[in-house]
């Protein structure tokens, strides 16, 4: 099966400063990932994904590396500000299966 | 608003109690989901819908019923719960059952008192 892991479950960045997020899975078959926000009170919002013939993909402030070799995902947010602040799930699946999902990281933004 | 609406937010009931969640979407999804997030834990599959059929129970206690009477209406209807059944009960969905990302709703935080 997946598992699917993040390596801390909270972070605290100065307001301004970028932020990295890094997550781990288990199964090197897995080709589809997603990052999700969840802010308080609501529910895991989609950030970006990625597919696993790519090694990066940009969004707006937002960047998703992958590396199959160590089977890491890592989220690069740029000049992170106050609404940054929330929980950060990465997730993963194998073909059509269900997303398995990670335990999440807190952001703080320090202002 | 995400397109995936739950009700109610909060919900306290006692261990005898009977009650419901309600999670509509107006997406045009196909497939819709029931997940169980505890603090510290990752989420937890519950039950899948496709086209109104289940098409996943994973392992999920009796206690919990789901009903998806029409693909834009998914129930979870509680009852004889424990206090270790207190979550965020979130839905979700998706267009079919390849996924590509799921909509999540906002959730129920349930109290079982």
């Known amino acids: 099966g997946e598992s699917v892991g993040l390596h801390l479950p909270t972070l605290s960045v100065q307001e301004g400063d970028n932020s990295i997020i890094n997550c781990a899975y288990s199964?090197?078959?897995?080709?589809?990932f997603i990052w999700y926000k969840q802010e308080s009170g609501k529910g895991p919002q989609f950030i970006i994904d990625?597919?696993?013939?790519?090694d990066k993909r940009q969004g707006q402030r937002v960047t998703v590396l992958l590396n199959k070799t160590v089977k890491h995902l890592s989220l690069q947010i740029a000049a992170t500000q106050p609404g940054d602040s929330a929980v950060y799930f990465c997730?993963?699946?194998?073909?059509?299966?269900?997303?398995?999902f990670g335990t999440g990281t807190r952001l703080t933004i320090i202002p | 608003e995400t397109g995936v609406t739950q009700t109610p937010r909060h919900l306290v009931m006692g261990m005898t109690n009977k009650k419901s969640l309600k999670c509509e979407q107006h997406?045009?999804?196909?497939?819709m989901y029931w997940y169980k997030q505890s603090a510290k834990k990752p989420l937890e599959l519950m039950f899948v819908?496709?086209?109104?059929?289940?098409?996943e129970n994973n392992s999920v206690p009796s206690r919990f019923s789901p009903e998806c009477p029409n693909s834009s209406h998914l129930f979870l209807h509680l009852h004889t719960l424990q206090p270790e059944d207190s979550a965020l009960y979130l839905c979700?969905?998706?267009?079919?059952?390849?996924?590509?990302?799921?909509?999540f709703g906002s959730g129920t935080r349930l109290t079982v008192v």
């Open positions: 979700a969905s998706s267009q079919d059952l390849v996924v590509n990302g799921y909509t």
């Open positions: 199964n090197s078959a897995s080709d589809y």
């Open positions: 990625i597919r696993s013939n790519m």
């Open positions: 997730a993963s699946n194998i073909g059509n299966e269900k997303l398995t």
């Open positions: 997406l045009g999804h196909n497939a």
């Open positions: 819908y496709s086209l109104e059929e289940r098409v």
